[in-house]
């Protein structure tokens, strides 16, 4: 078994592309993100089927491969750009961030609407990936970029490490959805 699999928690690509569609649904519609914590996403990660790592660590790529990061590519125009990436850090295992990793990995970016996810190369992050078959470790950069936190200061950190050895496991999201309107219907 590859070590970006061992110890890793599950989640299934359905929800995985589900969540993709409603935070880009939300966030095109409203030009706002769904505020997803690193609580809620590891909630989502734990009740899923299909394996998925979560890692923190640097994330070192081409910025300028990003979907607008180069004045001659139009957002809007932009569905899906794979990105080449690198990344040196840990896998979280039974208990704690405790098994090294680095190697290659594809940063799996999306625009929805003109918003484009979006990194900063050689930054520390903690984030959610999936190993699939002939493409590698793949880390999904929707145009929320639900995925990933920012692990500077330890606090997303921390927090998956809360849920994962069983404690509170805070999230982000309203619990009401009071003033929210349905999207119109499509003719």
């Given at each position: 078994m590859p070590v970006w699999l061992r110890n890793s928690k599950p989640i299934s690509r359905a929800?995985?592309?589900?969540?993709?569609l409603v935070a880009s649904a939300a966030q095109?519609?409203?030009q706002s993100c769904l505020p997803m914590g690193p609580g809620d996403v590891y909630r989502f990660a734990q009740q899923a089927e299909a394996p998925f790592?979560?890692?923190?660590?640097e994330v070192t790529f081409d910025e300028s491969l990003l979907p607008g990061g180069a004045p001659d590519t139009p957002r809007a125009a932009v569905g899906q750009?794979?990105?080449?990436a690198q990344f040196t850090g840990l896998l979280l295992g039974q208990r704690m961030f405790d098994q090294r990793?680095?190697?290659d990995m594809v940063l799996e970016?999306?625009?929805s609407g003109g918003w484009c996810g979006s990194l900063q190369s050689g930054t520390r992050y903690v984030f959610f990936a999936r190993q699939i078959e002939g493409r590698g470790v793949v880390a999904v950069l929707d145009p929320c970029s639900s995925f990933f936190f920012d692990a500077i200061g330890g606090r997303p950190g921390d927090i998956i490490l809360q849920c994962h050895n069983g404690g509170a496991c805070p999230s982000k999201l309203p619990d009401?959805?009071?003033g929210a309107k349905a999207p119109p219907e499509s003719e």
């Amino acid at each position: 078994m590859p070590v970006w699999l061992r110890n890793s928690k599950p989640i299934s690509r359905a929800l995985l592309v589900a969540g993709l569609l409603v935070a880009s649904a939300a966030q095109a519609r409203a030009q706002s993100c769904l505020p997803m914590g690193p609580g809620d996403v590891y909630r989502f990660a734990q009740q899923a089927e299909a394996p998925f790592l979560i890692l923190e660590g640097e994330v070192t790529f081409d910025e300028s491969l990003l979907p607008g990061g180069a004045p001659d590519t139009p957002r809007a125009a932009v569905g899906q750009v794979d990105i080449p990436a690198q990344f040196t850090g840990l896998l979280l295992g039974q208990r704690m961030f405790d098994q090294r990793v680095e190697g290659d990995m594809v940063l799996e970016a999306h625009c929805s609407g003109g918003w484009c996810g979006s990194l900063q190369s050689g930054t520390r992050y903690v984030f959610f990936a999936r190993q699939i078959e002939g493409r590698g470790v793949v880390a999904v950069l929707d145009p929320c970029s639900s995925f990933f936190f920012d692990a500077i200061g330890g606090r997303p950190g921390d927090i998956i490490l809360q849920c994962h050895n069983g404690g509170a496991c805070p999230s982000k999201l309203p619990d009401r959805l009071d003033g929210a309107k349905a999207p119109p219907e499509s003719e």
